[in-house]
């Protein structure tokens, strides 16, 4: 059972540069999230989407759009990389709110 | 909005000896669930325990213990017999539980990076 999938693992880019992290869930889960976690920041909740077909912003949504492109697959874009989005990025999947979140092993992201 | 905030950057304790772990949370809902995660060095979160805001019975999970605080919307961790394994970030989370705007927004506070000495 492969839980939560993220990739890549890891990513160097080039300020300006786009690129898609892709995030897949195999437990039929309804609400995904994606997170950035920076030194003692936390995470911070970039965008989720409760369902399919819907989506949220979070705390810090700017500079990133999201698509959930099925149930399974809820996908982050960064349109224009800064060096300010160099980060790890998690993304996490709960089957109802009350339920416990599962977690992508993250991707570790820098902008140059 | 809701805030989650960990007031304790980093702590340390002796092995076999216990530590709690202070958590506030700012919210105008009344039906909503705490969480505390674990994040070892692997960086994989874990889930420790977790309570329901309608549960006055504080939950316990083997060797961890909350103080769930309603009124004072406080949801500290206590961590008894402390492990070498226990090592890790810990960080506390809500979520709303009300249907509406905020509904399944899950938040996290800064974590607290908790050492355990031998």
């Known amino acids: 059972n492969a839980g939560v999938t993220q990739t890549p693992k890891f990513q160097v880019l080039k300020t300006g540069q786009s690129m898609t992290l892709q995030c897949a869930q195999d437990?039929?889960?309804?609400?995904m999230y994606w997170y950035r976690q920076d030194p003692g920041m936390g995470l911070r909740l970039i965008y989720y989407?409760?369902?399919?077909?819907?989506?949220d912003k979070g705390e810090v949504p700017n500079g990133y759009n999201v698509s959930r492109l099925n149930k399974r697959e809820f996908s982050l874009r960064l349109e224009s990389a800064a060096p300010s989005q160099t980060s790890v990025y998690f993304c996490?999947?709960?089957?109802?709110?009350?339920?416990?979140?599962?977690f992508g092993q993250g991707t570790r992201l820098t902008v140059v | 909005a809701q805030t989650v905030t960990q007031s304790q950057p980093e702590m340390s304790v002796q092995e076999a000896e216990t530590v709690t772990l202070s958590c506030t949370y700012d919210?105008?809902?009344?039906?909503?669930?705490l969480f505390w995660y674990k994040q070892p060095p692997s960086r994989q979160m874990i889930l420790v325990i977790r309570?329901?805001?309608?549960?006055?019975q504080n939950a316990t999970e083997n060797r961890f213990s909350v103080n769930f605080q309603k009124a004072a919307k406080s949801f500290s961790l206590k961590i008894s017999d402390s492990q070498l394994g226990d090592t890790a970030m810990y960080f506390c989370?809500?979520?709303?539980?009300?249907?509406?705007?905020?509904?399944?927004?899950?938040?996290f506070g800064k974590g607290t990076k908790l050492s355990v000495k031998p």
């Open positions: 437990m039929n889960h309804n609400s």
């Open positions: 309570q329901e805001a309608y549960k006055q």
């Open positions: 919210t105008s809902e009344n039906n909503y669930y």
């Open positions: 989370a809500f979520i709303n539980m009300n249907y509406g705007g905020s509904q399944g927004n899950l938040i």
């Open positions: 989407s409760a369902s399919e077909g819907t989506t």
């Open positions: 996490a999947s709960m089957a109802r709110v009350k339920d416990e979140a599962f």
